[in-house]
């Protein structure tokens, strides 16, 4: 059985949960500015609506951002191994490199989604369907740091059982 060094690990764990606090904070800040700028509008339902939509986005992406929470605390988790070979620091760097072309390509979507929206003036819905947009992003975000941070502590747990 091999042993495991899982202070990088660690480290990378306790910076997603900053990361995560600052998403959290983040999320109550545009929640609140779009809830204000709904009611400016005269239109505060539309705040609501844009809520069930991100909880609705939410659930049939939660499944997704868990499998690839999980194959990336794995590739950490093998990562971590003492005495591994040069081989297998290239697959690893293979590997993660896959996985942040997916993080990559997710972030590159929402920009460029959020870009083309047109102007509230020019397109009525378009204030609400930001709203969505931006909150679907930082829900996603959260909830990536925060399956890789279960994952990974579940496979600490199972690969150092002291």
Not at 51 to 64: G, H, N
């Amino acid at each position: 059985m091999s042993s495991f060094d899982f202070k990088k690990l660690n480290r990378t764990m306790l910076i997603y949960r900053v990361v995560q606090a600052l998403l959290a904070c983040l999320l109550v800040y545009v929640a609140f500015i779009f809830q204000n700028n709904f009611a400016l509008l005269g239109k505060p339902e539309k705040f609501m609506s844009s809520i069930i939509a991100t909880i609705v986005i939410q659930l049939l992406t939660i499944y997704p951002i868990y499998r690839l929470a999980w194959r990336d605390a794995g590739i950490e988790i093998e990562g971590c191994a003492t005495g591994i070979t040069s081989e297998t620091v290239a697959a690893l760097r293979k590997k993660r490199l896959l996985g942040d072309l997916w993080k990559f390509s997710a972030v590159v979507f929402f920009l460029i989604f959020v870009t083309m929206i047109p102007d509230a003036k020019k397109a009525p819905g378009a204030t609400q369907v930001l709203a969505v947009t931006l909150f679907s992003f930082l829900l996603m975000c959260l909830t990536y740091f925060q399956c890789f941070n279960f994952s990974a502590k579940k496979r600490m747990k199972n690969s150092n059982p002291t």
